[in-house]
Structures are given as C-alpha cells and as structure tokens.
C-alpha cells in the first residue's frame, strides 16, 4: 500500500483497520513481548470500546508472554481441540470446512485475497477475517474497498458470527488476557454492525 493511498483514507476507517488488524494478530498466535507491551500501552475513552481497551491494557500490563501463551494454547490448540473453535464453519453450521469456508474461498478469489503459504489454518478462521477486513478498508489487495463492498463482506463473513465467537471468548474459562480481547471484540462487533446497518455508500 502506498502513501498516497493511505491518505486517502480518512482518519476512523484508519482506527477501524488498525483495531481489526490488532485482532487479527493478537488471534493468529500469542503474543511476544513487544506486542504484549504496546498492548499495555493502549488507552481508551468514555465510551463502551473505551472502556473495554483500557480494562484490556490493564491486564496485559500483568501479563507474561509465558502466561498468554499457555492461556492460548488451552483456548485454541488444547489436547486434541482448545475451549474454543475460531472458525466461521462451525459457529454457523457445527462442522468444520464447510460450506462457510467455501463461501468465503470464492470471495476471496474474487477479491485477489490469497492464503500466504505459510498459513495452513482454514481461511475462515477469525484472525484471517479480521485481517482481510482491515485489508480491505486500507486497499491491501488493490483499491480500498468500496463501503458498499466492506458492508458485503461483513455480512457475509463476520457478521453473522464474529459477535459470538467473542462473547464466548470473554467468557471463556481459560480466558484471562484474552478475555479482555473478546470484550474489545464484541463491542467492536457492535460497532461496526450498526454502523453498516445505517451506512449508505
């Protein structure tokens, strides 16, 4: 993405990629040292989302890499399975790789959005679909994404699930550190949905 790209993009749909690009890297894997600490120095408002990131930075502020770590292996890799499963897949249909996930591969061929070939996890996984929705706010696979095509994406993908997905993660009962980042997700979730719902192009 150039320069000149990026100041074209106003200053909210920054703060709304960034955040969905900071779930995406703080769900794809746990968190080092210098993403636990920039975490810790976040702050918020007033407002609902406000409150939920400063609750977060606070626990990131007595968190350990070691810790997240083990608190992230129970949530999502487990023995066998973690606590909880982060794709799209199950939360709408009980099953993994299922026609969500296909759904979505045709979208993303559509849009040029490929898999790095590093990542094997199913592309419906919510770190990958918080980092395409950033990506598409920013224009990271061409053009920024029309509101129109944001609010079409949403709603195919992350929409009809996200919010769950991070209310159980709050409430999850391995969840310490990343309970704070489900609280961040679903007010965010919120946001953007009713946000999209009185959204015209």
């Known amino acids: 993405m150039t320069a000149d790209r990026l100041r074209d993009i106003d200053a909210e749909d920054r703060l709304r990629a960034d955040l969905y690009n900071y779930l995406g890297l703080i769900l794809s894997g746990p968190p080092d040292g210098k993403l636990l600490d920039q975490t810790a ?24 890499p070691k810790g997240v770590t083990t608190e992230y292996n129970a949530l999502f890799i487990g023995l066998g399975r973690g606590e ?10 009980g099953f993994l790789n299922d026609k969500p996930l296909a759904r979505l591969r045709g979208d993303m061929a559509a849009l040029r959005i490929a898999r790095p070939d590093n990542v094997f996890e199913p592309e419906d996984n919510i770190a990958s679909l918080m ?3 950033s990506g598409l706010i920013v224009g990271r696979f061409g053009a920024p994404a029309t509101l129109a095509a944001q609010k079409d994406f949403h709603a195919k993908h992350i929409g009809p699930w996200a919010g769950h997905f991070f ?9 310490v550190f990343y309970a704070g980042v489900g609280d961040v997700g679903r007010v965010f979730m919120q946001i953007e949905r009713e946000a999209f719902r009185l959204a015209t192009d």
Do not use: C, H, N, W
Not at 44 to 62: C, F, H, Y
């Open 41 to 64: 120095g976040l702050s918020g408002d007033t407002s609902e989302l406000g409150r939920a990131i400063d609750q977060l930075a606070k626990v990131a502020r007595v968190a350990t």
């Open 84 to 93: 909880l499963l982060p794709y799209a897949s199950f939360y709408l249909t």
């Open 131 to 133: 980092e395409m929705m």
């Open 167 to 175: 209310s159980d993660l709050a409430a999850a009962k391995a969840a």
